[in-house]
Structure formats: structure tokens, C-alpha cells
């Protein structure tokens, strides 16, 4: 997965313990809401944050585990990460 980052959300992702192995798994099988100012949020509901996947190894998915807390915005037009962060209270729509 070519994921394109910003200097903004490498330093956000180095600043909040998230990796970027992280940050794929959670675009990659999180739901996708739209923010309303051109942004795409993409997060792990709590109930699916178990949930292990064929491709990627136990001790990898255990690595990761506590960073799945979180949420990405991409950019909805050229598919660049914005920002990453740890999810603290639920996202009302």
C-alpha cells in the first residue's frame, strides 16, 4: 500500500506513538466517514479492533494493537495523510 504522508502528520504520528504499519491497517479496514471540509477520517470501531487479518503475523497485529485507538484524515482530493491521533471520545455525525 503507497501511502503519501504530510511533515505534519509524520511529525504527529512520531509524537503520538502511532506507526505507520498502524496507520495502513487502519485505512485499510476502517470505516470511512467524510469531515465536511474536504477530509476523509478513517477509524477502527471498537467492537472490530480485534480482529486479525490473514496478511498481516501475530506478533506484528500485537505490536499494533493499542495504536488501533485511533483515526487518520486523508485529504479527499489527493489521498494525503493529514493528521493522525488516538480517539478519546466518540465522533458524532
Do not use: W
Request: hydrophobic share 30%; aromatic share 10%; glycine share 8%.
Amino acid at each position: 500500500m503507497n501511502i503519501n504522508f504530510t511533515n505534519h502528520s509524520r511529525s504527529r504520528m512520531q509524537q503520538r506513538g502511532i506507526s505507520k504499519t498502524a496507520v495502513e491497517h487502519i485505512i485499510k479496514y476502517g470505516d470511512c466517514h467524510f469531515d465536511g471540509h474536504g477530509g476523509k477520517i478513517f477509524f477502527i470501531k471498537k467492537k472490530d479492533r480485534d480482529f486479525r487479518t490473514s496478511d498481516l503475523p501475530i506478533s506484528k497485529f500485537e505490536s499494533i494493537r493499542k495504536q488501533l485507538n485511533g483515526y487518520v484524515v486523508i485529504s479527499e482530493e489527493d489521498d494525503v495523510v493529514i493528521t493522525v491521533g488516538h480517539k478519546y471520545k466518540r465522533r458524532r455525525s
